[in-house]
């Protein structure tokens, strides 16, 4: 059995960094409140919002003064035009405070960052009622109010079909009676509808025609401007998404090397030894979320490696993990795919040609050989430059001393680190690697890219960033994004829909 060093100080303060460390660097706390007419993609950018802050081991909700309408109120009745006449202003207003209550009270607790207040807010009158409700919060929250103005005709069509098809407000009404009753509410939002001024004072984003034209005032503090960085990559388009694992790769025993790297953990004296390059992980399911490989040549080049970086020791009441970096491999860059990986790129390449996604895409890598001799079956000789871009963000998640082991030996060879891996998976840090909070944080930029393009994307890759990546666009919770079963030899296909994402899986047949 190994332990960890100074394992009685280092599991009190992991416990206390545990509990209280965030996808941000401060705890801000964020309340956006939308604004604007029926079926303007209000829902559809919360949803977007409150799905990417999860993502990044933040803590977000919406709240939907429709839903909680409903909840109150028959949808029958509540949901008809009639119920948006003048003269229930006040009803609606007495039910759009009470869940923008609720939505202030949730932001108050510990660890909740932003809450999305959904609703209309059209009049100068309703937003004034959010902001005096907010001053009156104990917390210090940031207000934000968020205008949707749609434009385009075509779009609204589809917007109002959507809402008309899949809201309960509409339910047992015929398609063409549900568009007149929903225009008529409209037409009674309009009347009153004032668009978000700077005469009102505070901060606001509007979004036109989604990312066509984005206006933003008093904006500050990194969740509001990841939120509009991530707004102005949102875009309609029906482009789908493709994720695909790189081919399988050369390995080999990287016992002698742990065994050096366990030495080095659990004798932090004088100095730490750390050595080689950035650690990785290949074939198969041998690590806590992947396998390792370092090629025959690694050992001898590591022999051969100048003299090991000597940095101070790291305090005994610090957080043992962080900035530490101790990879065993020196890199597997070396690794080359196997004739069983050829095998699979070509039948690949075969198998896809037809697809309509797959005859001029955007191909996303890793850095990694394997990963970029894979995407060869997606390019076109004459034009790689242009179609291919390499991410060293992509690169499979470093974990540290545990590079490669099975899961039943991390439980043998190290039980505490086992046992607050199994605690939050998603926040524990490997000795001297990284942490699957750490993985989306440096995979954000690329999910902001995958956003903005509108053409076919494949990105190949590994099986860690790519649990991280579909659970994003899958919006499953972080926490279960190392469970996410992504098969080897297996396309994975994305399309976005009005709810999300659908996907559709195909096997590469005839690989082992």
Not at 265 to 281: H, K, M, P
Request: with cysteine.
């Amino acid at each position: 059995m190994i332990k960890r060093h100074g394992s009685s100080m280092d599991e009190k303060i992991y416990s206390e960094c545990i509990e209280t460390v965030t996808a941000f660097t401060n705890q801000e706390h964020v309340l956006l409140a939308t604004v604007g007419l029926p079926a303007r993609g209000k829902s559809w950018l919360s949803a977007k919002i409150v799905t990417y802050i999860n993502w990044l081991g933040g803590k977000a909700q919406v709240f939907n003064a429709g839903k909680f309408r409903r909840n109150l109120l028959e949808a029958q009745k509540s949901g008809r035009s009639e119920f948006f006449d003048a003269e229930n202003a006040g009803k609606r207003d007495e039910i759009a405070k009470m869940c923008l209550d609720e939505a202030v009270k949730w932001l108050q607790k510990p660890g909740n960052i932003v809450a999305v207040f959904d609703a209309t807010n059209t009049t100068p009158r309703r937003r004034k009622i959010i902001r005096e409700t907010v001053k009156q919060s104990r917390a210090r929250i940031n207000l934000i109010f968020l205008e949707s103005i749609c434009t385009d005709e075509k779009v609204l069509e589809q917007n109002f079909l959507n809402k008309v098809r899949n809201s309960p407000d509409f339910k047992g009404l015929k398609e063409e009676d549900a568009l007149i009753d929903l225009k008529k509410r409209i037409s009674k939002y309009e009347r009153v509808y004032r668009t978000v001024s700077d005469d009102e004072g505070g901060s606001y984003i509007k979004i036109q025609d989604l990312a066509n034209k984005v206006t933003v005032k008093g904006i500050y503090g990194s969740i509001a401007l990841g939120i509009v960085n991530l707004l102005m990559s949102c875009h309609n388009g029906t482009r789908p998404i493709v994720l695909l694992r790189a081919a399988n790769s050369t390995s080999k025993d990287l016992e002698p090397l742990r065994e050096s790297a366990f030495q080095q953990w659990n004798s932090l004296e004088d100095v730490l030894i750390v050595e080689g390059a950035q650690a990785d992980q290949t074939t198969g399911s041998l690590g806590p979320y992947a396998d390792s490989t370092t090629p025959p040549s690694v050992a001898k080049h590591m022999a051969s490696a100048n003299s090991p970086l000597r940095v101070p020791k790291v305090p005994s009441d610090s957080f043992p993990r962080a900035g530490i970096r101790m990879p065993i491999a020196l890199s597997t860059s070396y690794a080359t795919v196997t004739d069983e990986g050829k095998k699979f790129i070509k039948k690949l390449k075969d198998m896809t040609k037809n697809e309509e996604w797959a005859k001029d895409p955007a191909v996303f890598t890793s850095t990694l050989p394997r990963s970029i001799e894979t995407a060869k079956a997606f390019l076109n000789p004459s034009n790689v430059q242009n179609q291919s871009q390499q991410w060293s963000a992509l690169n499979v998640l470093d974990t540290g001393i545990c590079h490669g082991m099975p899961v039943s030996e991390i439980k043998k060879k190290l039980p505490e680190e086992y046992r607050l891996w199994k605690r939050d998976p998603f926040r524990y840090r490997f000795p001297g690697g990284e942490s699957y909070m750490d993985l989306c944080h440096r995979l954000s930029s690329v999910v902001l890219e995958l956003e903005r393009t509108r053409k076919p994307v494949v990105v190949v890759s590994h099986l860690s960033t790519l649990q991280a990546l579909y659970s994003y666009f899958r919006a499953i919770p972080v926490d279960r994004a190392p469970s996410v079963d992504i098969k080897r030899h297996t396309v994975l296909i994305l399309t976005p829909n009005q709810y999300g994402w659908k996907e559709r899986r195909i096997g590469v047949k005839g690989i082992e």
